[in-house]
């Protein structure tokens, strides 16, 4: 006779990037154990009756930036009250440090103080400088590892010597390459143009920006990973006409993914009128017609991943605008807001939602089937979602210490209720039982990259 499960979830609707059925969930230990219609309550150390809610697996935001107002810690905590369950996180080398370093002191911290499952990514500011280190950081198992191609003028852009040598390591050491892809030159020229001087206001922020250099730097870093046979994650896709190079890249065949954000999916230029700077985003908020396109790209697979981008800084709304920093709270109102925004107004299918906030992100990132699904042997990294709990977004209630959120005043139309990692109670009757310190580390791609689901 088999043990008794840990925990059991009953009468819930089971959403994976397969579909979705009534079943009942058992947990033994940190993993599960068993997914059927009906199973026995008989023993079971925990039953919990979830019916008319959906289970979707743990969601894993892969665009975190815990080096500003939240760090590691409270990018976790906060993470943790919106659902999701794993983060992976930019470990940035700033001019003049040493990515080895860098990489090290984030990944002592996270596995110390991190309540969630963790990976990291290597960022990087001065190339030259840094890229040489790749090999090595590969070896604590990260393998993925971020270039600008913009910000020219703050000292961190990548040109494209040090982007495709950096690329050829990748390539040969099974990396993966993550490129903000926006053309820093031509960007740094129209800020002069249209963001100094006494005319200078937010409502040109847009125009210093245009989604065509978007367009250019997508299209350059498609074509040099093509040329040394290395893989490309471009994060942040904004604009329509930024899905066209990144359409023609995968009808070719290219290894070649994507990822929007819930604010370019949701919001629109315009509130740059009302937010000023707290709106300052790079690349930025884009227009109706370009939030359309996003949804669409989601929809035929062009878009496989939604993540947050969460890089909460303190700004001065009534000081310069172009000395405030890039970057807007995102990470607790990530599964809700995309949920609202995608399937209650019927740009995606739930099934497609858990594929592109689970299921994608693990595949691509090689943490999947132990990450990013829910099947007997996965991680019990599992969430409980009610479709019609209706919740307001406020600044009040939200929890990163940046103290503001682009969505004050957004009810949504369901709404995390509890989660699980690997078994264990994380969000719980509205606060977290998770502690510091029960995050694991996860090495990323370490196996090779599953076909991700479109």
Same mark, same amino acid.
Request: one cysteine or more; aromatic letters at 8%.
């Given at each position: 006779?088999?043990?008794?499960?840990?925990?059991?979830?009953?009468?819930?609707?089971?959403?994976?990037?397969?579909?979705?059925?009534?079943?009942?969930?058992?947990?033994?230990?940190?993993?599960?154990?068993?997914?059927?219609?009906?199973?026995?309550?008989?023993?079971?150390?925990?039953?919990?009756?979830?019916?008319?809610?959906?289970?979707?697996?743990?969601?894993?935001?892969?665009?975190?930036?815990?080096?500003?107002?939240?760090?590691?810690?409270?990018?976790?905590?906060?993470?943790?009250?919106?659902?999701?369950?794993?983060?992976?996180?930019?470990?940035?080398?700033?001019?003049?440090?040493?990515?080895?370093?860098?990489?090290?002191?984030?990944?002592?911290?996270?596995?110390?103080?991190?309540?969630?499952?963790?990976?990291?990514?290597?960022?990087?500011?001065?190339?030259?400088?840094?890229?040489?280190?790749?090999?090595?950081?590969?070896?604590?198992?990260?393998?993925?590892?971020?270039?600008?191609?913009?910000?020219?003028?703050?000292?961190?852009?990548?040109?494209?010597?040090?982007?495709?040598?950096?690329?050829?390591?990748?390539?040969?050491?099974?990396?993966?390459?993550?490129?903000?892809?926006?053309?820093?030159?031509?960007?740094?020229?129209?800020?002069?143009?249209?963001?100094?001087?006494?005319?200078? #206001?937010?409502?040109?922020?847009?125009?210093?920006?245009?989604?065509?250099?978007?367009?250019?730097?997508?299209?350059?870093?498609?074509?040099?990973?093509?040329?040394?046979?290395?893989?490309?994650?471009?994060?942040?896709?904004?604009?329509?006409?930024?899905?066209?190079?990144?359409?023609?890249?995968?009808?070719?065949?290219?290894?070649?993914?994507?990822?929007?954000?819930?604010?370019?999916?949701?919001?629109?230029?315009?509130?740059?009128?009302?937010?000023?700077?707290?709106?300052?985003?790079?690349?930025?908020?884009?227009?109706?017609?370009?939030?359309?396109?996003?949804?669409?790209?989601?929809?035929?697979?062009?878009?496989?991943?939604?993540?947050?981008?969460?890089?909460?800084?303190?700004?001065?709304?009534?000081?310069?605008?172009?000395?405030?920093?890039?970057?807007?709270?995102?990470?607790?109102?990530?599964?809700?807001?995309?949920?609202?925004?995608?399937?209650?107004?019927?740009?995606?299918?739930?099934?497609?939602?858990?594929?592109?906030?689970?299921?994608?992100?693990?595949?691509?990132?090689?943490?999947?089937?132990?990450?990013?699904?829910?099947?007997?042997?996965?991680?019990?990294?599992?969430?409980?979602?009610?479709?019609?709990?209706?919740?307001?977004?406020?600044?009040?209630?939200?929890?990163?210490?940046?103290?503001?959120?682009?969505?004050?005043?957004?009810?949504?139309?369901?709404?995390?209720?509890?989660?699980?990692?690997?078994?264990?109670?994380?969000?719980?009757?509205?606060?977290?039982?998770?502690?510091?310190?029960?995050?694991?580390?996860?090495?990323?791609?370490?196996?090779?990259?599953?076909?991700?689901? #479109?």
């Amino acid at each position: 006779m088999s043990q008794a499960h840990d925990l059991l979830l009953v009468g819930g609707t089971v959403v994976t990037g397969a579909g979705m059925r009534r079943a009942d969930i058992g947990v033994k230990g940190e993993t599960i154990a068993a997914i059927q219609p009906s199973l026995p309550r008989e023993g079971a150390r925990e039953v919990l009756d979830v019916s008319g809610k959906y289970i979707f697996p743990g969601i894993i935001d892969v665009h975190v930036h815990p080096v500003y107002l939240d760090d590691v810690e409270a990018c976790s905590r906060i993470a943790a009250y919106g659902g999701t369950t794993t983060l992976l996180h930019f470990a940035y080398a700033r001019t003049g440090d040493s990515l080895l370093q860098k990489v090290e002191e984030m990944l002592h911290d996270a596995q110390r103080r991190s309540l969630l499952d963790f990976g990291l990514h290597g960022g990087m500011f001065e190339a030259p400088k840094q890229v040489p280190e790749i090999p090595r950081v590969m070896t604590l198992g990260v393998r993925t590892f971020k270039f600008f191609l913009t910000y020219l003028k703050q000292g961190w852009y990548t040109d494209d010597y040090q982007l495709i040598k950096a690329m050829d390591i990748l390539a040969e050491h099974n990396g993966m390459a993550i490129v903000h892809c926006e053309n820093g030159g031509a960007i740094d020229y129209l800020e002069d143009k249209f963001l100094k001087g006494p005319q200078a #206001s937010a409502r040109f922020f847009n125009a210093s920006r245009p989604p065509a250099l978007e367009e250019e730097g997508i299209f350059r870093a498609i074509r040099l990973a093509e040329v040394v046979g290395c893989r490309v994650y471009i994060p942040h896709v904004t604009a329509k006409r930024a899905l066209r190079p990144i359409r023609m890249a995968q009808e070719e065949g290219l290894p070649v993914y994507a990822e929007t954000c819930p604010q370019y999916l949701n919001l629109t230029e315009s509130i740059l009128e009302t937010r000023g700077a707290l709106a300052k985003i790079g690349p930025p908020i884009r227009t109706a017609q370009d939030s359309e396109a996003l949804w669409v790209g989601l929809r035929d697979g062009t878009l496989s991943v939604v993540a947050s981008d969460h890089a909460p800084k303190a700004k001065d709304v009534s000081g310069d605008f172009l000395m405030q920093g890039f970057g807007s709270p995102q990470i607790e109102t990530l599964l809700p807001v995309t949920y609202d925004g995608g399937v209650n107004r019927g740009h995606i299918s739930v099934v497609r939602l858990v594929q592109v906030l689970c299921e994608n992100p693990a595949r691509i990132f090689g943490l999947y089937p132990r990450k990013g699904t829910l099947a007997a042997g996965s991680d019990a990294d599992l969430v409980v979602f009610d479709p019609n709990r209706e919740f307001t977004i406020q600044a009040d209630n939200q929890h990163s210490n940046v103290g503001y959120t682009l969505y004050e005043g957004l009810t949504t139309l369901g709404w995390p209720m509890m989660s699980f990692q690997r078994g264990k109670r994380v969000l719980w009757q509205g606060e977290i039982q998770a502690q510091p310190g029960q995050g694991r580390f996860l090495p990323t791609l370490e196996s090779p990259a599953d076909p991700i689901l #479109s």
